[in-house]
Nanobody
Framework: VQLQASGGGLVQAGGSLRLSCAAS????????VAWFRQAPGKEREFVAA????????YHADSAKGRFTISRDNAKNTGYLQMNSLKPEDTAVYYC??????????????WGQGTQVTVSS
C-alpha cells in the first residue's frame, strides 16, 4: 500500500482543515488507518485511528471534540477533519496504515507527511 497525505496548510487559530490520505493498492480496506503528527524536536504522536470498516474510531485526548477521522474505502481514502485548530496543533501530519495501535511502530505503511501550521 502506498499512501499520500495532502490538505495541510497555514490557518489561523480557530480555523479548520481537512487532511486526506489517498492510498493505492487493493488491500487498503483491510487496514486500520491512523493519523500521527510530529512537531519539531518532539516524538511522533498519535492523533486518531479508524478500523477497516470505519465502524470504530479512536481519538487522542488532544483531538477529542475537535478532530474527526473517517474513511471511504470505495475511494481508497482516509480523512482527518480538524476544527477549532490551536497553535499547539502545528506539526507535520502523517497518515499510516497497519494494525491498530497508538504506537507508530505497529504501522507498516506511511504517507510522506503534510505540514499544518496554526497561527495565533
Amino acid at each position: 500500500v502506498q499512501l499520500q497525505a495532502s490538505g495541510g496548510g497555514l490557518v489561523q487559530a480557530g480555523g479548520s482543515l481537512r487532511l486526506s490520505c489517498a492510498a493505492s493498492g487493493r488491500s487498503f480496506s483491510s487496514y486500520t488507518v491512523a493519523w500521527f503528527r510530529q512537531a519539531p524536536g518532539k516524538e511522533r504522536e498519535f492523533v486518531a485511528a479508524i478500523n477497516w470498516s470505519g465502524g470504530t474510531t479512536y481519538h487522542a485526548d488532544s483531538a477529542k471534540g475537535r478532530f474527526t477521522i473517517s474513511r471511504d474505502n470505495a475511494k481508497n481514502t482516509g480523512y482527518l477533519q480538524m476544527n477549532s485548530l490551536k497553535p499547539e496543533d502545528t506539526a507535520v501530519y502523517y497518515c499510516a496504515a497497519g494494525q491498530y495501535s497508538t504506537s507508530p511502530h505497529r504501522y507498516d505503511y506511511w504517507g510522506q507527511g503534510t505540514q499544518v501550521t496554526v497561527s495565533s
